[in-house]
C-alpha cells in the first residue's frame, strides 16, 4: 500500500466513528450536567445561517479562538484550517487546496479572494496582515464563483469584525514577548444617541528582526536587523438606525506597515559566495546584504523603503428590512501603496537588487436582495461593480558585474468589472436542491514602458483583454435530523486573465477556470459534545496561471489542464466538562495533466507545441518538456492540526486554562518543476499557551509559545533568476521560537 493509499484508508477509517456514534446516540440522561459544541453562526452564502446548516466546506474562527491561540496574523492562521496556506513571499501567496496566485504584480490577480467587512481586496500585496478587534475569520474553501465572482477560484476569507455593542464597552490586549515584542490593542464602543452606535479600535505592533545583517553601513538606514515588526493601525466604524427597517453602516480603516522584509537566504551550498570556505556568513539567523537603492543608468527613478504595506479604505453598508426579504447594498473605496526592496543576489557587494513599486486604487458596489423568513423556497439576487486603477514599478539595479546599469519596468493595468447573479434553493421533506448562476464581464487595459539603458532600449507597450464567463453552482442536501447533514455539489470558478508586468515584451495570459465537485458530511452528537465534518472533492483545473523566473524576468503563463483531488475531515470533541480536543486533517492530491513550457534551466530552448518536447539545436536529442504527472506548487499532501485545551475554576473568582497544540504540513514543491532544492519536507510545529482570568471576564493573563522547540525550516522557497541558465534556489526563513504574556481587560 503506498502513501496515498495509506493516508486515504486513515480518514476513511475515521468516518467509521461518527456512523457508530450516531448509531448509539441517545438523549441526554435527566440530571446530567450539559456540555457541548456551541453553535457558530456565519455569513458564508451571502445570510446568516448555523456553520453546520452550510453546504460547503466553510471553517470558522472566532476573535476568542485568535488570542487564545496567540495568532496575531493571517499567517499564522493557516494552521488552523485544512488545505489552507498563506506563505510570505515579496506579497502574500494565499493558497487553498492548490489554487492561488504567483503573479505579483498588478498584471495578476489573487487566485483567493479576500474580503474585510463584506468589502473585496483586490491586491495580492495586502494577503499578509495582522488582525485585531475581529469578531471572526470564515475560511470557504472551493470555487465561490456564484455568491463571490471573480477570483475565488480557490476560495475566500472573510474577516468580520466586532460592531458597536450596545452598551459601552472598553476592552484590549497588550503584549511582551521575545525579540521585543510589543504589541497592545483597545477598542472603546457604546451608544451615542437613541439609534447611533460607535466603536472605535487600533493597534500597534512592534517587535526586533529575527534576522541580522552585518552588511557596513545598513544600521544608518535601519536595515541591520531583517523580519522586524513595525505597524499600527485604526478602525472606526458607526451604526446609524435611520429608521425601523432602514440601517447603515460606515466604516473607515488607516493600516500602515513599515517593517523591515525577511531576508532571502540561498539554499545551495555549490554556489561561490556559499561554499564552507567563503568570507560570506553563513547563518540562517545572520547574512550580509546591502539593500542598494542606487539604480545605475536611471538617476530619476524613485527608490523607496525596504518595505511599506500602507492602505486605507471606506466602507458604507445599507440594510432594508422588507417583508419576507432584506436588500444589502455594499459600497467601499480602497487605496492601496506596497514596496518592496531585496537584496537578490545574497552577496555582501552590488551585484543585483529588486525593487517593486505598487499603487491601486479601487471602488466596488455590492447590492444583493435576499429572501428571508424560513419559507421553503430561498432566494438571492444581485449584481457587482468594480473598477480598479493601478501602476507598478519593477526595478532590477545591476552592480558593476553586470555593467552598472538599471533594467525598469513600469506597467499600468486597469480594470472594470461587473457581474449578475441570482440563486434559489427549495426544501422538500429531508432534501434541499439549490441553484444558482452569475454572469461575469471584465476588460482590462495595461500599458508596459520597458528600460535598459545599458542597451539604448526605452520600449513601449499596451494591450486590452476582455474576459466573460458563467460560473454555475448545483447542490443537493440531505438532512434526516437536525444534527446530520450531506450534500452534494457541483460549482464553476473562474479568475479573469492579465499580463506580465515583469517580462519584455508585454506579455499576456488568459482566465483560469475550474469545476469543483464536492461530498460532504457535516454532523453533530452525543448531545453536541461531538462535532465532525467529512469532505471530499475532485477539481477540473484548466488554465492555470504559473510564473516562471528566467534571466531576471518573470513570465505568467496558462498551463493546459490539471487534476486535484482530495480528503478533508474536521472534528471537535468535549469528552469531559472543561475538556476540549480539536483539530483537522487534510490529505490533497494534486497533478499536472498537461503543461508544456520552457524549462527556465535551458531558456533558449524553444518547445514545439505539437509534441511538447525540446531540441538541443543540434538535431539529434529531444528532452521531454510536457510536466505532466508533476505536483502543483504550494500544494502539500498532508497537513494536520490538533489542540487539546482544558479549561476549570480556580477557586471561586478566578478561571484557568492549559491548551497544546501540533501543526504538520507535509511535502511540498514550490516550482512547477518540481525541483528537489526547490521544495520543503514535512515537519511539525508545536505551540502552547496557559493563563488564568477573573471569572467575570474582566481580566485576563496568558502567556504563550509558538514553534516551541524553535524548528528551523522554510515558508517559502523560489527560483531566482540572477544568473542566465542557473536556477538559483532562495527562500524565506520562517519565524523560530517566540514566547510571551499577554495582558488582557474587557469592561
Known amino acids: 500500500m503506498n502513501r496515498s493509499q495509506q493516508v486515504i484508508a486513515v480518514l476513511l477509517a475515521a468516518t467509521a466513528m461518527p456512523a457508530v456514534a450516531l448509531a448509539q446516540d441517545a438523549p441526554e440522561a435527566a440530571g446530567q450536567d450539559s456540555y457541548g459544541v456551541k453553535e457558530i453562526i456565519v455569513t458564508a452564502e451571502r445570510r446568516s445561517d448555523s456553520i453546520q446548516d452550510t453546504p460547503l466546506a466553510i471553517s470558522a474562527v472566532t476573535g476568542d479562538d485568535l488570542a487564545r491561540s496567540s495568532i496575531f496574523d493571517t499567517e499564522a492562521l493557516a494552521a488552523t484550517v485544512p488545505g489552507l496556506v498563506i506563505q510570505r513571499d515579496v506579497v502574500g501567496k494565499v493558497v487553498i487546496r492548490g489554487i492561488g496566485t504567483e503573479n505579483f504584480t498588478v498584471g495578476g490577480d489573487p487566485g483567493v479572494a479576500t474580503y474585510v467587512d463584506g468589502a473585496y481586496i483586490a491586491r495580492s500585496s495586502a494577503g499578509i496582515f495582522d488582525f485585531f478587534d475581529v469578531e471572526r475569520v470564515e475560511v470557504l474553501r472551493g470555487p465561490q464563483g456564484t455568491l463571490y465572482g471573480r477570483n475565488a477560484t480557490g476560495g475566500v476569507i472573510n474577516v468580520i469584525s466586532r460592531a458597536p455593542s450596545e452598551d459601552f464597552e472598553v476592552r484590549g490586549a497588550l503584549t511582551y514577548g521575545n525579540y521585543n515584542t510589543v504589541r497592545a490593542e483597545a477598542a472603546v464602543s457604546g451608544p451615542i444617541t437613541d439609534g447611533i452606535r460607535a466603536r472605535v479600535a487600533g493597534l500597534v505592533s512592534k517587535r526586533d528582526g529575527f534576522t541580522t545583517n552585518i552588511f557596513p553601513g545598513v544600521e544608518a538606514r535601519g536595515l541591520d536587523e531583517l523580519d522586524t515588526k513595525d505597524l499600527w493601525a485604526v478602525r472606526a466604524r458607526l451604526d446609524v438606525d435611520l429608521g425601523e427597517r432602514l440601517k447603515l453602516e460606515l466604516i473607515g480603516d488607516i493600516y500602515r506597515d513599515d517593517s523591515n522584509p525577511p531576508a532571502f537566504w540561498y539554499t545551495d551550498d555549490t554556489l561561490p559566495w556559499q561554499s564552507p570556505t567563503s568570507v560570506f556568513p553563513r547563518g540562517l539567523r545572520t547574512i550580509s546584504q546591502g539593500y542598494e537603492t542606487a539604480t545605475p543608468g536611471l538617476p530619476d527613478l524613485e527608490v523607496g523603503q525596504a518595505n511599506r504595506q500602507d492602505q486605507h479604505g471606506i466602507t458604507g453598508r445599507l440594510t432594508y428590512e422588507g417583508d419576507g426579504f432584506t436588500i444589502t447594498s455594499v459600497t467601499a473605496w480602497r487605496d492601496i501603496e506596497f514596496d518592496w526592496i531585496n537584496d537578490g543576489d545574497g552577496l555582501s557587494d552590488f551585484l543585483v537588487v529588486y525593487f517593486q513599486r505598487d499603487e491601486s486604487e479601487q471602488i466596488s458596489q455590492d447590492l444583493q436582495i435576499a429572501s428571508s423568513g424560513d419559507g421553503p423556497f430561498r432566494w438571492i439576487v444581485g449584481a457587482t461593480y468594480l473598477t480598479e486603477e493601478s501602476e507598478g514599478l519593477y526595478a532590477i ?321 523560489f527560483e531566482s533568476g540572477v544568473l542566465p541558465n542557473l536556477v538559483v534556489p532562495q527562500g524565506f526563513v520562517a519565524p523560530p521560537a517566540t514566547y510571551g504574556v499577554t495582558l488582557g481587560f474587557n469592561f
Do not use: H
Open 397 to 717: 539595479p545591476l552592480g558593476p558585474a553586470f555593467g552598472n546599469s538599471t533594467i525598469a519596468y513600469i506597467g499600468t493595468n486597469e480594470t472594470e468589472a461587473f457581474g449578475v447573479f441570482a440563486e434559489g434553493s427549495y426544501t422538500f421533506g429531508e432534501f434541499t436542491v439549490t441553484a444558482g448562476i452569475r454572469y461575469a464581464d471584465e476588460t482590462k487595459d495595461a500599458t508596459l514602458n520597458y528600460l535598459f539603458p545599458l542597451l539604448g532600449l526605452d520600449l513601449d507597450y499596451a494591450q486590452t483583454l476582455s474576459f466573460d464567463a458563467l460560473t454555475p453552482r448545483f447542490v443537493i442536501e440531505y438532512q434526516p435530523r437536525d444534527d446530520l447533514n450531506f450534500y452534494v455539489s457541483a460549482t464553476r470558478g473562474f479568475k479573469s486573465g492579465g499580463f506580465s508586468l515583469l517580462d519584455n515584451p508585454l506579455n499576456a495570459f488568459d482566465a483560469e477556470k475550474v469545476w469543483a465537485y464536492e461530498a460532504g458530511m457535516k454532523s453533530q452528537f452525543l448531545n453536541d459534545r461531538i462535532r465532525f465534518n467529512l469532505t471530499g472533492f475532485l477539481y477540473d483545473y484548466t488554465d492555470q496561471q504559473l510564473s516562471q523566473v528566467t534571466n531576471l524576468a518573470t513570465l505568467t503563463s496558462n498551463a493546459g489542464s490539471s487534476t486535484i483531488w482530495g480528503i478533508e475531515s474536521e472534528f471537535v470533541v468535549i469528552p469531559a466538562p472543561g475538556l476540549r480536543l480539536e483539530g483537522n486533517v487534510a490529505y490533497l492530491n494534486t497533478r499536472f495533466d498537461e503543461f508544456c513550457t520552457t524549462d527556465t534551466r535551458n531558456p533558449a530552448l524553444a518547445p514545439d507545441p505539437a509534441n511538447c518536447t525540446f531540441s538541443d539545436g543540434e538535431g539529434g536529442t529531444f528532452v521531454t518538456g510536457n510536466l505532466a504527472g508533476n505536483e502543483l506548487p504550494r500544494a502539500p499532501d498532508l497537513t494536520a492540526f490538533v489542540a487539546a485545551t482544558y479549561e476549570t475554576a480556580l477557586g471561586d473568582t478566578l478561571d484557568g486554562f492549559i491548551r497544546g497544540e501540533w501543526q504538520f504540513t507535509g511535502d511540498q514543491f514550490f516550482s512547477v518543476f518540481n525541483r528537489p532544492n526547490i521544495a520543503q519536507p514535512g515537519y511539525s510545529l508545536f505551540n502552547a499557551s496557559a493563563g488564568i482570568s477573573s471569572a467575570e471576564g474582566n481580566w485576563n493573563v496568558q502567556v504563550w509559545g509558538r514553534n516551541i522547540f524553535d524548528k528551523e525550516y522554510f515558508s517559502n522557497l
